[in-house]
């Protein structure tokens, strides 16, 4: 399936779930925020929240630093 991601066209495996998704990318759940189809993505709904053909996701990813 493709979808964009940050603004990239991507090719991904389906099925995938948000959590699916954030974990193939390599990132802890919890230091990020999910925008899919210009709707935020509750934490609580990342296991059970679809991928589908054609998505368009944003990931804010949170660093910390100092």
Do not use: C, W
Not at 20 to 25: K, S
Not at 38 to 49: E, H, T
């Amino acid at each position: 399936m493709k979808i964009t991601l940050n603004g990239e066209p991507v090719e991904m495996k389906g099925p995938l779930t948000i959590a699916g998704l954030v974990a193939t990318l390599g990132i802890e759940p919890r230091k990020v925020a999910v925008e899919q189809n210009r709707v935020i993505v509750p934490k609580s709904q990342y296991a059970v929240a679809p991928v589908s053909d054609g998505d368009i996701v944003e990931l804010v990813h949170f660093v910390g630093g100092g």
